[in-house]
């Protein structure tokens, strides 16, 4: 990725989850020392985010450390650090209303304006933050640039949306080097089993329904996680302090076009039922990723095909 970067130490927090487990294993691949975080919270089974890290624990160059960045000493896990790709958060967007809000208050926004306070006092290269399209809300299925209105459609995006204006506000009173990486529906191996394309596969492969929300006609930039991980490591190199960036895939597609897909990579067609629409979904998201390229240079190098089969291939070799 560039010696200029090669043998530095980087925290990556949230390590345990679908992209942060791959970007740990990247960064150990282009020799980084890495300290990863994780609280480990039961969104979903433990036991997935358990086998996330299988393959970093016992590395020579990785060390663990379960930690909440909302409540302990977030101190001596900088403590040496030049780099920090802040993937740790509370996602979803369904299960972001009512009651469950104060989560997503304390693990996105509460644990970032930790994180950042503390960053104060550590000599860091750059901070990268893993953000989310969500912050803009409904788009009309227009490509959306970094500086178009941000309009959330549910409390997660709202959460996100804060935690960027922390960024910046840190960046600005500070001059911590903050950057804000803008991801459009990532997908891959390793992918939570609340989200669509896990949920799908599963199901094909099972042989039972899958039950998709909407007509299926709503659409979605796709993002494979190499790709966004890639992104991660050029923000770290070319980002600019106080910069926001879009990350998308370049595979803008409909549920449907994606099941269509799906029943290529998996060889046999799915049952669908359509049910109604959920509270905080967005009919389309799109982004213009031009600024990304120019300044980041970032290119998307997966499609949406060659996503879905790999993500297949995987859950196939984890079902029980």
């Not at 969500?134 to 941000?150: C, F, I, N, Q």
Request: with cysteine; hydrophobic share 40%.
């Amino acid at each position: 990725m560039g010696a200029d970067l090669a043998g530095r130490r980087c925290l990556v927090t949230g390590v345990a989850g679908f992209i942060g487990s791959h970007l740990a294993e990247r960064l150990l691949a282009e020799g980084y020392d890495v300290l990863g975080v994780d609280c480990l919270r039961d969104y979903y089974p433990r036991s997935f985010k358990e086998r996330n890290l299988a393959g970093l624990l016992g590395h020579p160059r990785f060390a663990f450390r379960e930690a909440d960045l909302a409540r302990d000493d977030l101190t001596p896990i900088l403590g040496g650090a030049n780099l920090v790709f802040h993937q740790a958060a509370q996602p979803g967007v369904r299960a972001s209303w009512g009651r469950e809000f104060d989560t997503y208050l304390n693990d996105n926004i509460r644990a970032t304006q930790r994180l950042l306070e503390a960053a104060k006092t550590a000599r860091l290269d750059k901070i990268v933050y893993a953000s989310s399209s969500s912050v803009h809300g409904e788009t009309a299925g227009l490509a959306v640039k970094e500086t178009d209105p941000t309009a959330p459609h549910s409390p997660y995006g709202v959460s996100k949306l804060a935690a960027e204006h922390l960024c910046r506000l840190y960046q600005a009173n500070f001059g911590l080097p903050t950057v804000c990486l803008r991801y459009l529906t990532a997908y891959g191996p390793r992918q939570r089993p609340d989200q669509a394309f896990h949920r799908f596969i599963y199901a094909i492969l099972q042989g039972q329904a899958i039950h998709v929300y909407g007509d299926g006609e709503q659409s979605r930039d796709f993002t494979y996680v190499a790709d966004v991980v890639e992104a991660n490591l050029l923000a770290a190199r070319h980002g600019k302090p106080g910069a926001v960036y879009n990350v998308g895939g370049g595979s803008a597609a409909t549920v449907n076009e994606v099941l269509r897909l799906l029943a290529e990579v998996c060889g046999r067609p799915p049952e669908v039922i359509y049910e109604g629409t959920q509270n905080g979904d967005v009919r389309h998201t799109r982004a213009d990723c031009s600024l990304a390229q120019a300044e980041l240079g970032f290119r998307p190098r997966y499609s949406l095909a060659t996503g879905l089969a790999a993500e297949a291939a995987w859950l196939r070799e984890v079902l029980p």
